[in-house]
């Protein structure tokens, strides 16, 4: 789903990027993060500053998507060297079954009011041994942004509980970080 003019705003200063570079990409890295030499997808890459990052760490191929025309426009003229592309994540069907070692989503699903669907999509694409590295915030935390920030996120059923209830059921085992704004995963196949 698109998002709000306010968080659209949001997502594309300097203090999101300053955050996702100095906090989120070295707080995965913690947790197992290593994609040098490895087909990387990432899931709702925004303004593609994450794939930027991403790609300092010499992934063998990356690929951006995200539903959102005007995010992908700005990720192509920020960053040409890289591949991005419009896609709904609930259909990665353009992707060939065990085609990714690693599939990156820097908070996208609390986005996405079938968000299941994307977690089925991702057990489909990535290879056995494959990692999925996914930080979300708390269902708390997504209204409480709604309501001081007015961010409008779709409704959903999403929360963290009910994700790792999906990710069992879907045969994924996880290592996860608590922090106050995002909760951090490692999530393997057990398939
Ligand atoms: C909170 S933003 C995060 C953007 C970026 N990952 C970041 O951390 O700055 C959520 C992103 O998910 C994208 N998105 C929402 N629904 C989507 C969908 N169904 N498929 C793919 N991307 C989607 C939005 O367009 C937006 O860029």
Redesign the pocket.
Known sequence: ???SDV?FRA?NTWW?RWG?KNFELPLFQRIGMDIKGKDVLE?????G??GFLLNQLQPRSYVG????EE?IEIAHRTYPQFQFMV????DLSQFPAASKDVIV????LH??PEWRK?IDEIARVLKPNGSLFLEEPRGVDIRLFDFFFRWGHPDSDFGLKRMETHLKSRGFQFDKRWTPLLTMYHIKGAF
């Open positions: 789903m698109k998002l968080e997502m999101r996702q899931i709702g890459c925004g303004s500053f994450g998507l995200d539903a959102m995010q896609q709904d994540a609930t989503i820097f908070g996208v986005h996405i994307v």
